[in-house]
Each structure stands twice: as C-alpha cells, then as structure tokens.
C-alpha cells in the first residue's frame, strides 16, 4: 500500500472508456493525484502511463461514507482503522467519516488526532473523525467541541451516534456552539424513555415474537423537537439512519420551512424489512431497527426525491461473541461498506428511482458537502483530485461473510446476490482496489 496522503509521485494512469455517471464512454487520464485529462474514447495516450480497460465500467467520484464504526481505539478485536478502510475502499469509498464512540470517547483534540492520524498511516482511505458531543457521550456535559474543531484533524461533525442527545438544552448549546466554524450536530434520533430495553420494531410482529418493541415515534419525537431547534438557534442538524415513514414527513416538512436539516439513510434500510426479526437471527438486530415495508417505501422514495440527502452505512462491525448468541443479549449493528454499493443499486438504480448520476450525488457529492470534506465529492473533471470509482453495474455477485475485508461477519446480505460490483477504486490518483482486490 502507497501512503494515503498521496505525498509521493504516483504513476499516470488512463483509464480508458469508463462511463462517466453511467453516461457516455471517455478517457480520464489521473496524473500527480489529480484528473489530469478528460478527453473522447481512445484519444487519451500518455507515455509510461499504466492503462486500465474501463469499456463498460461507470465511473463516479470516489464514495464518502458519513457513518463508520471503525471501532479503533478500543475494540480492536471488531475492527481497525486498517481492516474497515480496507473494507471501504473495496466498497468504493475514498473518504469514510469514523463515528466517535470509541474507547477511549473521541471527545477531545487528543483522541481524533490519534484516529485521524492512523487513518493517514494505515488507512486505504481518508478518514475524518467525528467528534462526539457530550464528555463520554454521556449526554451531562458538552465535549471540547472547539477543540476537536481547532485539532490537525479539523472536525466539522459531531455525534454522540449510539446515544441520542436527548437533552434540549445540551441539544440546543451544541447546536449553537458548532455555528462559530460551520459545523453540524449529527443526531441519532431516539427517545431514550420510548425505547428502554427495545428489541425491534414496535408493531404486531414484536407482539407475535415476544421482543419488546421500537415505536417509530421515538425516532421521531427526537427529529422534530430537533429540526425546531435547529431552526431557532439558526444552525446546521444532520439526521443519522432516518428509518421511519414519519420521520421523512417531518423531514420534508422541515425543508419546506427552510430548516437547515440533512439527513442519510443506510442501504439496509432501504432493502430490508422487520419480517426478518422471524428468524431470531441477531444479525437482523440493529438499531434504528429494520422497519415496515411502508416506511422501506418512504425511505427509497425520500431518497430519490432529495428529501434525505445521503446514502450512510453505519458500518458497525462486532465480534462473532457479540452477535451469535440470542437476540435479546446481541449487539445491535451490521457491517456495510461492501455492499452499500450493491444494495443500493438494487434498491434505488434497478428499481429505476435514481440513475448513476443520482447515486454519486447521494453517495459523494452531498454526504461530502454535509461532512465539509474537501476534495472529494467533486464532479469528475480536469483539475479536480482523482478520487474516483469504477463499478460494474452488470456483475452481480454473492455475499459472503467470509470474504469480507473487515474484521468483523456480521453482515445480513450473506447469500445474498447484488446486482454490481467495485472493480476499481483510486484515491488522489493511487489504486487501492484493483480488479475488485485491494492493491
Ligand atoms: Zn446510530
């Protein structure tokens, strides 16, 4: 593996006859980290440059991820920086956002230094550290927010993800504080008195299951008590794994008001639905939990429309001891990262509700803008840096868990056949992933 700061002289490369979004076939020609050249099928020629045979590949910008689980420091045995950016590139991301409820917290300039520095020493891909906003993501007392914002690691996201910020006044000063650098308060919306010792999704099936249920009013309390708060104090809110019919009403409905509001949604719960709480597999088990068929059908609409901005993939890796015991004392979470890409092509390209174009801007160009990453999710053009993506739409290929670069198994799409596959991924004008292989 090259370094990921792109510091040394890569090799030129032509990729040749690539789909530039799924449109027409050209030649990008990646030199000195950027796109160098853009030009008509087969007039790209560079000597010494290596060529890579793209006849039939859509190229995008290369994916961010707003939601990582990257699980170092602290829970080594599930991930590590290098394993879950192993993973990313190979699911075509170049700039992954790693959520701070480590262990130690990040929630100090220390502690998202450290992980934004092995991102730069070992990772396959750029990784911003996310900032949590509580002290231990204890909810009691604002964390150095300033701080982890003034760091070398520049944090422009905050989150307690795994908690809500569940109280106002906290909600609201943090909200408030980030204004001074432009940054944003990612909240994972769940009313924690709703959903004590909740298991899945509140509904008939839970009844049927005996699993304490998830009533979707807890996520949803949370958005609209929080898309008023944003409104007030004027700042930027960012919605994790909306999962629910409702909260995309309120989503839309704060929009239209011109809150300041963005939102993501995971590929899992744009697929899958809580009929698979059935098996008693805890795989299924995750938090938000998988919901109705009805709010699947909001979710991708919602998605397609706009109204949530950007495809997240909670990647959350955990040991095999952690989910392969009963669903009640399972860990919540699923990996994602390698099949965000395939998830959501069956779910929203072969569905016919967004194009490859509509992909890179849900899955690069927005969540980039959210995070205020700079340098990726930029339009594939000369000038621009060569973070870039080539998929195959038409190479479906099987899940399996074994194969996974990351650390962890505890995926739900085992078995299951995608309908496109990563072959190539290039981070400011580097190979990670080569041949559908990591580099
Ligand atoms: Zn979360």
Redesign the pocket.
Known sequence: MTGADGSHAAGAWVVAGARLLGGNPADLVLRDGLIAEVTAPGAASVAGARVLDATGLVALPGLVDL?THLREPGREDAETVRTGTAAAALGAFTAVHA?ANTDPVADTAGVVEQVWRLGRESGHCDVQPVGAVTLGLEGRQLAELGAMATSAAGVRMF?D??RCVSDAVLMRRALEYVKAFDGVIAQ?A?EPRLTEDAQMNEGVLAGILGLRGWPAVAEEAIIARDVLLAEHVGSRLHI??VSTAGSVELIRWAKGKGVDVTAEVTPHHLLLTDELAATYDPTYKV??PLRTKTDVEALRGALADGTIDAVAT?HAPHPVEDKDCEWSAAAFGMVGLETAVGVVAEAMVATGLLDWAGVADRMSLRPARIGRLHGHGRPLEPGEPANLTLVNPDAAWTVTAVALASKSRNTPFAGHTLPASVVATFLRGTPTVLAGGLV
């Open positions: 939601h959520m989150s993800d795994g994972h769940q994790c794994h938090n938000p909670d």
